[in-house]
């Protein structure tokens, strides 16, 4: 049975007093007072001589942000956040903000979930070469990410290709379609794998819809932050750049209508390696996964080891159409352990790229 909203706040409210109890005593777990935010519930309670912590309880990881704006505008001195799917990768992006803040073990009491290292992406095996060649010949952009490699247009993804099993031995599969049913349908009936035919009529169609102008359709909507790194790639001087380069976005995105940043990385005017962080709209989660970007971009695959170890650490810059950079994600920004700068595009980006 699926709780409703209010009920479910109550319930948050119920079980966030009783851990606070347990861990500061009842007065201060009576004293706390609540605070309504979007994805769960926060309690902000005295713990000391003019200390308060906040504890939060929330639906989805994506509610970190929210839940350090939070516990900031309301003076708190530390913040434990509490989500059933916590992982180590939230507990790294926690620990971008100057705020002290826990990422509790799921079903835990206060006991802290321990940040994950910063990953190392593997490079290209040489299995895949071929495929990368063969993407870039019938005019898609290329990108290696969560060892897979993905041909898109504008963003949008067209084919994948990766290891795997072919027959009885291990081999290279290609895979066309946009999203996943459309890729199973493509199997069905190119179970040897798409011919350039096949790939070169998916991009004929998605390129016609995926444009400045075009009536809307899912082929002009989704992922509209990797349209917008495909933009700032062709014109790096839009943010003040003279190249950059596409690096993987942090995590893996389940299905395309999922939102997400998505990350490139080049030198800034003072010659300071930087990620450049593109999102599209108004997301709570973007200055935490752009943050995130930042501790990962050293073991980007393409990164020179001079850069990865750069004395200064990396800048990081997030750019968002005018009208998106919301006061929410100035103020995150505004909070993370090292600077970080919001640059904007013009409401009419997409006309950029005509």
Known sequence: MTLQPERRRQLQLLGLRALLRQRFGAAAADAARPVHLVGGVLLVAPVGAGGEVAAMFADQPAALGAAVD?????????????????????????????????????????????????????????????VVRRLERLGLDVVWEDDVVVGEWRGLEIVRAAIGRVGESTGVVVEAGVGRHDREANRLLHPDGPDDTVITTALATVAALRRAGAPA???????????????????????????????????????????????????????????????????????????????????????????????????????????????????????LRRPAEVLTVPAGWRDLGT
């Open 217 to 335: 359709h899912p082929a002009n909507q989704l992922v509209p932050e990797r349209w917008l790194r495909t933009i700032l790639r062709a014109r790096p001087g839009l943010v003040g750049f003279a190249a950059l380069a596409t690096g993987p976005a942090p995590g893996r995105r389940e299905t395309l209508r999922d939102r997400g940043v998505a990350p490139l990385w080049g030198l800034d005017g003072d010659g300071r390696p930087t990620v450049v962080v593109c999102s599209v709209g108004i997301d709570p989660d973007l200055v935490a996964l752009a943050a995130d970007a930042r501790a990962c971009a050293p073991g980007w695959p393409g990164v020179p080891p001079a850069l990865a170890a750069h004395p200064d650490g990396w800048e990081l810059v997030v750019v968002v159409p005018e009208g998106d950079d919301h006061p929410l994600t100035r103020r995150l920004v505004g909070l």
């Open 70 to 130: 939070g516990a900031a505008r309301e003076g708190a001195e530390r913040l434990f956040f509490f989500c059933e799917s916590s992982t180590p990768e939230l507990a790294r992006r926690a620990a971008q903000f100057r705020l002290p803040t826990v990422v509790v073990v799921p079903g835990g009491e206060f006991e802290p979930l321990a940040p994950a290292p910063a990953p190392v992406a593997a490079p290209l095996p040489y299995l895949l070469v071929p």
